[in-house]
């Protein structure tokens, strides 16, 4: 036996193991070295630079190269963190034995990847070069109207909205300011074709609504785009089964607060010291020592004409589609009652309907909407001024005049001039229920669209609009008896029918080319558009009841009327875009369009317009290295040109020749025609050019968001009036020509916040802007512009207020001697006004219109904004809307007819009138007729029209999809609303928010409906 083997065997056995561990320390640090390369790509297989990867649990940090490779250090199975903003972070597990692995990138989907429609097409907001303001449809309409130019107020930066509570009333908006001293009203673009009177869509079909602010986003759209662009895009249909929604609501509305004003007694007190100051007969009803003197009647206007409007939507839907067609229908029905007594309401029904589809290299839609509406008018007579309208009226009746008399025809009260004296005071409960005037509209749009790719990104489409509105007008008021002025003997009846239609056709090209980093969008097109408009107005005045009568049947043909009206305009135009996007780090967009209108002479028919912005998404930057909190970083500058031509008729460059200016020769007249007017075969466009430069911040992905704008818009060759000689023999003694340009000026901020943590999540948006406005000229001499209580000069704003600054109450005959003259009829309690030119001390001066007036204040304000804040925790949800303006002056014509010291009603303000014995005072004593001018325009009725509103509160409950799963209902919620809830303002008329004409007279309030209270239940589901 060889004892000696085992021991061999322990050496190899010993030498095996040692062996086995030097391979695998071999192998071990060959794996500590092994270097893993892969290849950074986004989802379109473009290379990602300067992505971070971090080896986890270190601190060990590589990048991509441009052609999107790294190569890192690491064993397999580690994991790699690779980030870079506008990216989800992803985790990375390194495989084993593989390399130059392509990783996918997913992109982080944000706000800034929605799509927002622009001119002709659709971009990522995170592309926008422009100005363009994107509105939360679903804050815009939680209020309740039926104008979706309402729906837009506090919104956006940049945009003024002015309403009024009338039904149906007329909404004033304007973006940026005022460019032209015609219409200021910007274009509205719904689902691509420019539409006229918004007003007549539902709001609760939008799906979106962007507004287009500057020309380097508007240009696109040339000469219809100068005051700026609201484009709508409305429902479509999805892909998958039915889907049948209602969404409604029903509302209360009232007059959200009174004046204080007098009742009969003090009334009544105020008339005695006007009638003896004023040195006439005292009235018997306003006489405490006339038997006539009134006692019991004590009418409060505004309880009796007032009453709880009601207001109310309702919207049934049904959408749905296949995967090559969808389909969208919604059924509408709108109706809002006046909260003034009487029979006036607005209501509209509405059909919206679309239609898209594609089937290879083809796509089309089309759509439809049919509306119907129908307005009553308030305070509306044919013969008889209703001073301020029924607003005013209803203010200024007088208390000692009753609703009711059965004794009056009609059954209304009115004034006893024989009792009450010459006063003329509204009965507006009878005006309203006696008068009937009213209007209807009807509306049909059609729209069809055919779009065909050629090749590859090439791509044609067509697009035919026709836009149809039938019109009719009537009014009717009988012969009845509501007193003094107010007496209607004869039967009048009016009726006015109309048609207005604008066709469209659009030829559009487009090519998207995509290679490497670059990306180009090409856009090139016709369009051509033809408006025509007629009207027939017959009238009829006759001592016969008219109510049930065809003008066919009214016998005496000198009591009826009959005039025509036709006018027809075309717009042809061509034009073109370049987008160019370098590496989602470069944009630059060029528009260009040019539009040939038949309203100027062919001389002139053709005006040339451009737009051109470029960005600098500089977060995208892969030098920079920036804060991985901030997530976006983008500066955004454009310049372009826009026109105009909003301001002209059909055929304001073509002169009139009438053919019955008959002239005597030789003792016989002889036919004749003559040119009435002046005008200028010159006529232009009107033109403005935009600057605008902006900052577009983004924080913690976006979470927290921030863009800050200046732009700066000048507009010229403005049409305006300018007076020629009498000498001419023209009229109107003025021609209409190019010859005014205004300025307008202004920084807008929009910031944004939103935030989720567990079931509860809210978000914050609010935005603040500011607007100046200067006039360069007015043309000719420059004379300025007089409007009612302001005046348009150059060096100043458009309808800057304007009148007399006052300095007190005369108290002694010997002030009055040591003034400046006023007139014959001053005297200790009458009001000072200033003598300018250090003329105060001088008798002999005497004071003037022409020499004495000042400017009073900005009817534009300083600062608008709006604040919008969201909540939701589980099934509940929260909303808050704030909006107002700061710096501006207001004109109070309302208050200025209650502090008259006349026969009108009167505010309580009056009854601290001056008297000997009451000195500490700045109401001046009342006189009949105000010989002494103290009711004239100054600074005693320029009041603060800043304000802020509480505009909107609301509070709902969604079901829970668990519990609706057993009734398949996909969703239904309901919630409670409160509008207009409040309004902190040192403003005496009823409403700071007033419309008016937003022009030359924008700061003068002489009655606007005020907008009302609203109390609202809706409901809103799905299934």
Known sequence: MNFKQPKKLKKLALKGILNSCLLLAINANAQDSTVFKGRILDSTQQPIVNASILL??????????????FSVKSLAGNTLVISIVGYDTKDYVIPVDKNNLPIIMSHRLTDLDDVVVVGYGAVKKKDLTGSVSIVNVDNAKKAATYDVAKMLQGQAAGVSVQGSGEPGGYVAIKIR???????????????????????????????????LKDASAAAIYGSRAATG????????????PPIVRYNGYLGMQHLPRKLSLTNAAEYQKIVYAAETNAGIAHTPGNDPSNPNYITDINTDWQKEATKTGLITDHTIGISGGSKYTTYNVDLGYFDQTGYQKGPQNYNRYTVNSSLQGHKGKFSFGGKFSYVKSHKGNYGVTNGHAVYGGSVTSMVTAIPTMPVFDSTHKGGYGGVNDAINGKVVSTNVVGLNNLVTDWSNRERTFLNGWGEIEFVKNLKYKINVSYDRTNFKNFHYEPSFDMGYYYINSQYYMMQQMGTQTVGIVENLLTYNLKTGRHRLDLLGGMTYQENTFESMTASAQDDGDLQFQTFDAIANSNAKNIVSYKDGSNLLSYLGRVNYNYDERYLLTVNLRRDGSSKFSPANRYGNFYGVAAAWNIANEHFLNL?????????RAGYGSLGNQSSLGAYSWQSYIINSANYLFNNSLATGSTNVSVTDQNLKWETTTTTNIAMDFGFFNDALTLTAEYFKRKSSDILTSIPIPYSVGSYPQSVTTNAASVENHGFEFTLGYKKTKGDFNFDI???????????????????PIYGAGSKTEVGHEVGELYGYRTEGIFQSEAQVQSHAYQNASTSPGDVIFQAQNGNDNNHDYTITDAKDRVYLGSAIPKFYFGFN????????????????????????????????????????????????????TNIPKPAINDPSGNNRFSDRFVQSGSYAKFQNAQIGYSFSSKLLEK????NLRFYLSGQNLWTITKYKGYDPDFISDGLFSRGYDYGSFPNPRTYMFGLQFSF
């Open 765 to 783: 948006s609010t935005n603040f802007y500011t607007l100046s406005n200067k006039v360069l000229s007015l043309g000719g001499n420059n004379s």
């Open 229 to 240: 662009v609201v484009i709508i895009t409305t429902k479509k249909g999805k892909n998958g």
């Open 627 to 635: 804060p991985s909190d901030i997530s976006t970083l983008k500066l």
């Open 177 to 211: 300011g005022i460019s032209t001293f015609g219409n200021n009203s910007p274009l509205f673009v719904i689902d691509g074709i420019p539409v006229d009177n918004p007003y007549d869509f539902s709001p609760d079909d939008i799906e979106s609504i962007q507004v």
């Open 967 to 970: 009734y398949k209902v996909k």
């Open 56 to 69: 986890k649990g270190s601190n060990k940090v590589t990048y991509s190269n441009d052609s999107g490779y």
């Open 869 to 920: 804040y969201n909540a939701s925790y589980k099934n509940f949800d929260l909303s808050l809307f704030f909006q107002g303006n700061l710096g501006s002056k207001v004109f109070n014509a309302v208050y200025q007819s209650l502090m008259s010291g006349g026969y009108n009603n009167a505010h309580t303000d009056e009854l601290n009138y001056w008297t000997p014995t009451n000195t500490n």
